[in-house]
């Protein structure tokens, strides 16, 4: 594939990058900023557009810089343990003023600045662009290996091309507001929306820190989280005003029951349905090719929110367990939570550009397959089958 084709991949990328769990917090600021400006003329709202891819590439642009000439990889800023404390911090502030019902309101001194209030929407795309980084999408993967085997010049246009994907889907809605338009401004429901929208900005602060408080933290934090979700559901079924306001939260009730259902650890028996997973060392490596055993690498971080949708579904489907059983293969983990080169190196030396990132071993080795991004049970599953093929 030639460069252009790559920068359309990396486009695609950036799109599909706006439905992962990562960039899941930053929905709510950028359909406020939308909403804004949508009964606006088109000048405001393409200036409310510009101001958003505008913080967007001002963090995909600074981030291609460093990739270029300071070795920098997908995700790195999330190694610092101040800066997912910070960024929890954000994420706390924003949701509890949106749960409060007011919304996120840039300080006055940032009005001034642009006249109009677009330092809403640069703010939304950079924070969109920041919580893109800690997982890949669809493609990115393949199109970070790519990009680090390029000219500084390359990387940056592959960045920046992802950046404008990023921001793609929110400059169409800006630039052709129409079905936005008719939905109405106003009404209790609307409000309902906006303060289920601060939960998950609240859910992505608690996610952030409790990577980086003690452990024992962790839970309190996401069982306080629980509490205040459960408080607002009984609250506003009970309150309404309305059938349409009373709505939204049965969906965030429905939506809630399905999902902890399709997440709920399954029983352990007897360690039978879970994979063995060991420490990803040389000597490890060493001993599987002398016995000629597959390997299973994976490659996570306590900050990558896709890796634990993958260790929370994937990696615990029964037919995955299987199919390491039956080809008797060594479970691998890299945990790159805290900066170790010597893991980063495994990791470009696999074909892995970001995170998550699995690669199957054969018994001489060589990889079978890599697995960028998100990926189904079947494919690992098969991918297993294969290596005792090899």
């Given amino acids: 594939m030639s460069l252009w084709q790559y920068l359309l991949l990396a486009t695609a990328a950036g799109v599909l990058l706006n439905l992962t769990p990562c960039v899941l917090p930053a929905l709510p600021i950028k359909l406020r900023s939308i909403g804004r400006v949508v009964g606006d003329g088109a000048g405001r709202r393409l200036l409310a557009g510009g101001a958003l891819l505008g913080g967007t590439l001002t963090f995909f642009g600074a981030l291609a810089v460093a990739t270029a000439w ?34 996120f309101q840039p300080p006055q001194w940032a009005y001034r600045m642009r006249g109009s209030g677009y330092a809403e929407p640069y703010f939304a795309g950079l924070l969109a662009a920041v919580l893109s980084t800690p997982c890949t999408g669809p493609f990115l993967g393949g199109v970070l290996a790519f990009a680090l085997t390029q000219s500084p010049a390359a990387i940056v246009a592959i960045f920046l091309a992802v950046g404008v994907g990023l921001a793609l889907p929110y400059l169409i809605l800006l630039v052709r507001p129409g ?12 409000l309902r929306i906006q303060q289920f929208l601060g939960l998950v900005l609240l859910a992505g602060a608690v996610f952030f820190a409790a990577t980086v ?5 962790g839970p309190l934090l996401w069982t306080a989280w629980a509490t205040v979700l459960t408080f607002w559901l009984l609250r506003t079924l009970w309150d309404g005003p309305d059938l349409r306001a009373r709505l939204v939260p049965a969906l965030v009730l429905a939506g809630t029951v399905a999902t902890a259902l399709a997440l709920w650890p399954q029983p352990d028996r007897a360690g039978t349905d879970t994979l063995a997973w060991r420490p990803l060392t040389m000597q490890a490596l060493a001993d599987a090719r002398a016995a000629r055993q597959p ?14 949708v993958l260790e929370q579904t994937v990696y ?4 995955v367990v299987e199919a390491a059983r039956a080809a008797n293969a060594l479970t691998l983990r890299a ?3 805290r900066p170790d080169e010597r893991l980063q190196r495994y990791l470009r030396e696999f074909g892995g550009a970001g995170l998550p990132f699995a690669v199957v071993l054969d ?8 697995l960028p991004d998100l990926f189904m049970a079947d494919t690992l599953a098969s991918t297993l089958h294969n290596a005792t093929e090899e």
Avoid: M, Q, Y
């Fill in 70 to 103: 300071l070795n920098w990889t997908w995700g790195a800023l999330f190694h610092s343990a101040s800066f997912r404390l910070t960024l929890a911090a954000v994420l706390a502030g924003l949701g509890v003023w949106s749960l409060a019902g007011r919304g």
């Fill in 179 to 190: 079905l936005i338009a008719r939905i109405p401004r106003g009404g209790a429901w609307l």
């Fill in 213 to 217: 408080l003690p452990g024992n933290l």
């Fill in 295 to 308: 390997v299973l690498i994976e490659f996570t971080a306590d900050w990558c929110i896709n890796c634990k």
């Fill in 316 to 319: 615990r489907d029964r037919r």
């Fill in 335 to 337: 945990d790159l939570t």
């Fill in 363 to 370: 018994g001489n080795g060589k990889p079978v397959k890599r």
